[in-house]
């Protein structure tokens, strides 16, 4: 969908939306084409229950004029339009009409009380509406007439235009990554496995990021002991995808530092979560596919970063597998010796993710040396028993960075809440016969496998966010359609943003 902006004036034709505040106070637009309608708006507003509020509209048709339909949209109260209010704003109107005009006409005002210019307000239902826009529907051969596709542009009139584009268009290319990220979640794990998504991730190279793709044979000379021992049940060989991206070169002749150490993330890539021989029940098992949302928030954020030229230096690393049960799979009991050098008996074949991180964790240490390290998993249930699906689970090893990605959730909506790690967990995790087991008892398991991260990381700054119970959407919201959400893209997009290149 194409996204617009010009200068503020009255459309004479088309579809017209504007903004009505909370107590049915219309904004200078909406003034004006109530008074070039001859009152239509308002006599339509009294006439109904429309006040206002969020969430809210009023359609106005004009039957035998060139203006087809004039929509109300409810802003609440001034004091509440902020930028993620004005973001869910423009998913909502996609949502609204999506399946009746081809091009909506989208008239912003400055509004008193609200802290935002009239251009930064447009950037930001701009940024809504292409979030609200996506759409998956490459499998099917039949097109419904009430599809909901007619939406074609959405074209943001406002004072400034020209400022509301050059905003804009960086946040465009965040949105490239959301979407990338969302078309990977989303197929279908006969289309997507770990060859195929490697693919993907090489993609990136023509934005000038460097990827590598490493085999089974690499990786068995590395010693990942982990990381293969999941994938070895599968006809589908594994693959570790690292990606880096220099936005910050360093300076020429200087020596090598901390300076110029790179922020890693790190994903876990389960193309398919059987379970393996711990198998999964099988009603839901075709949720599994998703299982690599991890990898596919990183590819995603790699993509944007690239996209939007950002002045840092990142590396990302995605572990591919695809975790099924055969007679060659893992075992139950079974012990696996991970690329650090640290055993682990398996007890539960269905606790593998962490076993694919913990040597991606290492190998990304080991090589980059990082300042940082974030990884993403779509790692337990139980972090969905303890948060349900409205946040993402955190776990880190340093306050401050916690903080920091907290704060940079609540900027972009996508909340995580911190869960504690400790020694009094640790020890859940301890194995008679190896250094540790990949599960522990029936409580904590969200904290227990975060512990068992922790163990591969070091002394870097980490943060490990379980992202299971917010990678997929089952009903939907106006700038995460249902499906794929790409949970993660914009929040850690948004922390390098004010943490890392503001501080560059």
Same mark, same amino acid.
């Given at each position: 969908?194409?996204?617009? &902006?010009?200068?503020?004036?009255?459309?004479?034709?088309?579809?017209?939306?504007?903004?009505?505040?909370?107590?049915?106070?219309?904004?200078?637009?909406?003034?004006?084409?109530?008074?070039?309608?001859?009152?239509?708006?308002?006599?339509?507003?009294?006439?109904?229950?429309?006040?206002?509020?969020?969430? /809210? =509209?009023?359609?106005?048709?004009?039957?035998?004029?060139?203006?087809?339909?004039?929509?109300?949209?409810?802003?609440?109260?001034?004091?509440?339009?902020?930028?993620?209010?004005?973001?869910?704003?423009?998913?909502?109107?996609?949502?609204?009409?999506?399946? /009746?005009?081809?091009?909506?006409?989208?008239?912003?005002?400055?509004?008193?009380?609200?802290?935002?210019?009239?251009?930064?307000?447009?950037?930001?239902?701009?940024?809504?509406?292409?979030?609200?826009? $996506?759409?998956?529907?490459?499998?099917?051969?039949?097109?419904?007439? @009430?599809?909901?596709?007619?939406?074609?542009?959405?074209?943001?009139?406002?004072?400034?235009?020209?400022?509301?584009?050059?905003? $804009?268009?960086?946040?465009?290319?965040?949105?490239?990554?959301?979407? &990338?990220?969302?078309?990977? +979640?989303?197929?279908?794990?006969?289309?997507?496995? #770990?060859? =195929?998504?490697? *693919?993907?991730?090489?993609?990136?190279?023509?934005?000038?990021?460097?990827?590598?793709?490493?085999?089974?044979?690499?990786?068995?000379?590395?010693?990942?002991?982990?990381?293969?021992?999941?994938?070895?049940?599968?006809?589908?060989?594994?693959?570790?995808?690292?990606?880096? $991206?220099?936005?910050?070169?360093?300076?020429?002749?200087?020596? #090598?530092?901390?300076?110029?150490?790179?922020?890693? &993330?790190?994903?876990?890539?389960?193309?398919?979560?059987?379970?393996?021989?711990?198998?999964?029940?099988?009603?839901?098992?075709?949720?599994?596919?998703?299982?690599?949302?991890?990898?596919?928030?990183?590819?995603?954020?790699?993509?944007?970063?690239?996209?939007?030229?950002?002045?840092?230096?990142?590396?990302?690393?995605?572990?591919?597998?695809?975790?099924?049960?055969?007679?060659?799979?893992?075992?139950?009991?079974?012990?696996?010796?991970?690329? =650090?050098?640290?055993?682990?008996?398996?007890?539960?074949?269905?606790?593998?993710?962490?076993?694919?991180? *913990?040597? *991606?964790? @290492? $190998?990304?240490?080991?090589?980059?040396?990082? /300042?940082?390290?974030?990884?993403?998993?779509?790692?337990?249930?139980?972090?969905?028993?303890?948060?349900?699906? @409205?946040?993402?689970?955190?776990?880190?090893?340093?306050?401050?960075?916690?903080?920091?990605?907290?704060?940079?959730?609540?900027? +972009?909506?996508?909340?995580?809440?911190?869960?504690?790690?400790?020694?009094?967990?640790?020890?859940?995790?301890?194995?008679?016969? *190896?250094?540790?087991?990949?599960?522990?008892?029936?409580?904590?398991?969200?904290?227990?496998?975060?512990?068992?991260?922790?163990?591969?990381?070091?002394?870097?700054?980490?943060?490990?966010?379980?992202?299971?119970?917010?990678?997929?959407?089952?009903?939907?919201?106006?700038?995460?359609?249902?499906?794929?959400?790409?949970?993660?893209?914009?929040?850690?997009?948004?922390?390098?943003? /004010?943490?890392?290149?503001?501080?560059?």
């Amino acid at each position: 969908m194409k996204i617009s &902006f010009a200068n503020l004036s009255v459309p004479k034709a088309g579809a017209i939306i504007v903004g009505v505040l909370e107590g049915r106070k219309l904004t200078a637009s909406a003034e004006a084409v109530d008074k070039a309608t001859s009152g239509a708006v308002m006599r339509a507003i009294k006439a109904s229950s429309f006040k206002g509020s969020k969430n /809210h =509209s009023l359609t106005v048709m004009t039957p035998g004029g060139r203006v087809q339909r004039i929509v109300c949209v409810g802003l609440g109260k001034a004091k509440d339009v902020d930028a993620l209010a004005l973001q869910n704003l423009g998913g909502y109107i996609v949502k609204t009409l999506k399946a /009746h005009v081809a091009v909506a006409q989208v008239l912003v005002d400055e509004i008193d009380g609200c802290d935002l210019k009239a251009h930064e307000m447009a950037a930001e239902m701009a940024l809504g509406a292409r979030l609200g826009s $996506y759409s998956f529907n490459k499998y099917k051969t039949k097109k419904n007439d @009430h599809s909901g596709d007619k939406l074609k542009e959405v074209k943001l009139l406002t004072k400034g235009s020209a400022k509301a584009k050059a905003l $804009y268009e960086p946040q465009d290319k965040v949105a490239d990554g959301v979407f &990338f990220t969302r078309d990977l +979640v989303s197929e279908p794990a006969n289309v997507l496995y #770990p060859e =195929s998504l490697a *693919a993907q991730a090489k993609s990136l190279a023509k934005l000038g990021i460097k990827v590598e793709v490493l085999g089974k044979a690499q990786m068995k000379r590395l010693g990942m002991g982990a990381l293969l021992g999941v994938a070895q049940g599968s006809v589908n060989e594994p693959k570790l995808v690292v990606m880096q $991206y220099t936005g910050k070169p360093k300076r020429k002749g200087s020596n #090598p530092s901390k300076a110029d150490a790179p922020v890693a &993330f790190v994903g876990k890539g389960v193309t398919f979560d059987s379970g393996g021989i711990s198998i999964k029940p099988s009603a839901g098992m075709e949720d599994m596919k998703w299982d690599m949302g991890g990898a596919g928030v990183v590819i995603g954020l790699m993509k944007a970063l690239a996209g939007r030229k950002a002045k840092v230096n990142a590396v990302g690393v995605v572990g591919l597998v695809e975790n099924m049960p055969s007679g060659s799979a893992q075992r139950p009991g079974d012990v696996v010796t991970s690329m =650090s050098g640290q055993t682990i008996e398996v007890l539960n074949t269905d606790a593998e993710g962490r076993l694919v991180l *913990a040597d *991606a964790l @290492h $190998y990304t240490k080991d090589r980059f040396n990082p /300042h940082t390290m974030i990884d993403l998993a779509t790692l337990t249930g139980a972090i969905m028993v303890a948060l349900g699906t @409205h946040y993402a689970g955190l776990f880190s090893n340093d306050d401050e960075l916690a903080w920091d990605l907290v704060n940079a959730g609540r900027e +972009v909506g996508e909340r995580v809440w911190t869960l504690p790690l400790g020694p009094e967990y640790d020890k859940m995790i301890n194995s008679d016969i *190896a250094d540790m087991q990949n599960i522990g008892d029936r409580w904590g398991g969200s904290i227990t496998a975060a512990q068992f991260l922790k163990r591969f990381v070091g002394d870097t700054k980490w943060v490990h966010l379980d992202i299971a119970g917010v990678t997929w959407s089952k009903s939907g919201k106006p700038i995460a359609p249902k499906g794929g959400t790409g949970f993660g893209v914009r929040l850690l997009d948004q922390w390098v943003k /004010h943490k890392l290149e503001k501080t560059a």
